[in-house]
């Protein structure tokens, strides 16, 4: 549940980057104010695995230490004396980014909710997944989410933990909060802005530079896009496989400019469902993928349907020229994309007749019993 006290900002994965990083910071700084404890909440192991020198300087001077995800089929090794909790995928709490910090005197904390959707000017797919959340460095917060999580997590817990958490949580409640929290968080919130602001400016020309807004990226360009810092199972992808045919020997009939300006209709063709936020890879002459982020089977089916119902349409201005389409569906979690699954369902499509093959949305995988 996210915090009612504080409005909710649009957060992009970039941001959230950004203020997590200063909480760990100050979690990890030497410090005397008594007791730490701090919670966080990954979504997915592969992202802690990230952070995992981070977190082995905060369990070294923390009271409690503790790292929540969806776990991965094997088990996973934690840092002494991190204490693992393995999120369900169903629950509510694999779809947090948290991280709260809190000593007697200090606070910190964001709490963001994934929305399973992309900024389309982002830089990459990762980058720019949206949450809906709010931070703020305020200890009787921060104390308001440790008490939320420790209540969630409660049965899932150590009793040592738990008295742990309970003793920082006594002393907390037997100190005032300092006065001057506000001024700090205004600070801080200006220097986040100023980050924020600056990393857009920046990457503005780098899309232009490496063609990120133009409509069709080659595979080394959608590597890139898809697989930085992405992990398996956060965000589901729709990719529609299209292949388009056309008789052997139609340039020669055609005409060369003529097959020139039939290539780009065809282009213009597979392209025109596209959302903003979705990307265009042409694999082969014959061959294109197209990337839709967090888009339903269903809606995937009928973009593909509608790609080949534009493409049969480039009959009325190239009648001499009868194009053979066919596309395959899928939606999945994985990374790297299954890129080449789905080109098999392609071929299989064409081998078969089938207009448009579906392989099923994917399943997640099921989460360990326990992290170690």
């Known amino acids: 549940m996210l915090h009612r006290g504080r409005p909710l900002d649009r957060l992009t994965k970039q941001s959230l980057v950004t203020v997590s990083h200063a909480i760990e910071q100050a979690a990890s700084a030497t410090a005397e104010d008594g007791p730490l404890v701090v919670f966080a909440l990954f979504q997915r192991m592969p ?30 090794v934690l840092p002494e004396p991190v204490t693992g ?41 990762e980058a720019g ?38 003793d920082v949580v006594a002393r907390v409640r037997d100190l005032p909060a300092a006065p001057g929290e506000a001024r700090g968080e205004a600070a801080l919130r200006l220097l ?18 490496t063609g990120a807004d133009t409509p069709v990226l080659d595979e080394a360009a959608l590597l890139r896009w898809a697989g930085r810092g992405a992990a398996s199972g956060s965000l589901p992808v729709a990719l529609v496989g299209v292949r388009v045919e056309e008789p052997a020997g139609a340039p020669e009939r055609i005409g060369r400019r003529t097959a ?39 809606a995937a089916v009928a973009v593909a349907h509608r790609v080949t119902e534009q493409v049969a349409g480039l009959a009325r201005s190239y009648p001499f020229v009868a194009y053979a389409v066919h ?27 089938v207009p448009v093959a579906t392989l099923g949305e994917e399943n997640h995988p099921p989460p360990a019993s326990r992290l170690r």
């Open 327 to 353: 596309a395959a569906v899928t939606v999945t979690a994985r990374r790297p994309l299954p890129v080449g699954d789905l080109r098999s369902a392609l071929r299989w499509a064409v081998r078969e007749g």
């Open 260 to 298: 020139a300006r039939e290539t780009q209709a065809v282009l213009g063709a597979v392209t025109a469902a596209l959302r903003p936020v979705d990307r265009a890879v042409r694999l082969d002459d014959q061959e294109y993928l197209l990337v839709l982020p967090a888009l339903t089977e269903q």
């Open 47 to 76: 992202y802690f695995e990230r952070e995992r020198a981070r977190y082995e300087r905060i369990a070294a001077v923390a009271a409690v230490t503790v790292v929540g995800a969806v776990t991965p089929t094997a088990p996973t």
């Open 192 to 209: 986040a802005d100023r980050v924020e602001r600056a990393g857009r400016v920046v990457a503005a020309p780098r899309r232009r530079a």
């Open 85 to 125: 909790v393995p999120l369900d995928e169903s629950e509510e709490l694999a779809r947090e980014w948290t991280v709260v910090a809190l000593t007697p005197r200090f606070g910190a904390a964001l709490v963001a909710h994934d929305r399973i959707e992309v900024d389309p000017a982002a830089t990459s797919l």
């Open 129 to 166: 997944r949206l949450f809906d959340g709010w931070w703020g460095f305020r200890r009787d917060e921060a104390l308001h989410e440790v008490l939320r999580l420790r209540r969630t997590l409660a049965d899932r817990l150590p009793p040592a933990v738990l008295a742990a958490v309970d």
